[in-house]
């Protein structure tokens, strides 16, 4: 196999990985959503992707965070 097919691959396979994880994780805390679980989701997930992360800040990654743990929450909120 050239090394072009193994690294896109490879790369296409870890995200598949990564992604069923954290779809794993919201699944799990989705059965009875509050806040602390929609902010421990929040935060494994920018831990995890780090384009999720707002800047290279603290501040950045707390805003980040935050905002996506109000998301969460609002979207479960309403089932």
Request: without cysteine; aromatic residues 16%; proline residues 4%.
């Amino acid at each position: 196999m050239p090394l072009k097919f193994k690294i896109i691959f490879y790369n296409l396979m870890f995200f598949l990985i990564l992604f069923d994880v954290l779809y794993l994780i919201v699944w799990i805390f989705s059965i009875e959503m509050n806040p602390i679980k929609a902010l421990l989701v929040a935060g494994i997930t920018a831990l995890i992707m780090p384009w999720a992360k707002a800047t290279n800040l603290q501040q950045g990654r707390k805003v980040a965070i935050r905002s996506y743990m109000i998301d969460i929450y609002r979207k479960y909120q309403k089932k």
